[in-house]
């Protein structure tokens, strides 16, 4: 569905209700996948034939999140986001897990991408929300 910015705007307005949007420039933190998402970059699905209701979507492939899973990006996230990559970038070679026979290794990685901090660290907002 292609909207001009001033109705897909006054869509996100209506359409949600956790938040309040300023503009389209405004981010969010998704909570789902760990991207930080502007309002232009929002999906818009729905209202098919014009009898269809709207809703709204993360524009991240394989994301089914909905803006109850969109926080404002406050300096702390923000900063924690930051030390996610920082950490990233830092694990050049996956570590491996101990396989329990003498200290050998298995060869078995350790999730320790960005991603999957991400997740953790969105989950620990979803519970205390």
Not at 13 to 39: A, M, N, P, Y
């Amino acid at each position: 569905m292609t909207l001009s910015n001033v109705d897909k705007l006054d869509v996100l307005r209506r359409l949600d209700q956790f938040r309040q949007w300023r503009s389209l420039d405004e981010k969010r933190f998704c909570l789902v996948c760990g991207k930080i998402i502007t309002g232009h970059q929002i999906n818009i699905g729905g209202g098919t034939r014009g009898d269809g209701p709207l809703r709204l979507s993360c524009p991240t492939e394989r994301c089914n999140s909905i803006p109850m899973d969109w926080v404002l990006p406050t300096d702390e996230i923000l900063a924690k986001v930051e030390r996610a990559v920082a950490r990233e970038r830092e694990v050049a070679v996956p570590r491996t897990v101990p396989h329990g026979d003498g200290g050998h290794e298995c060869g078995g990685s350790v999730d320790n991408s960005v991603a999957s901090r991400l997740r953790q660290f969105a989950f620990f907002f979803k519970r205390h929300s």
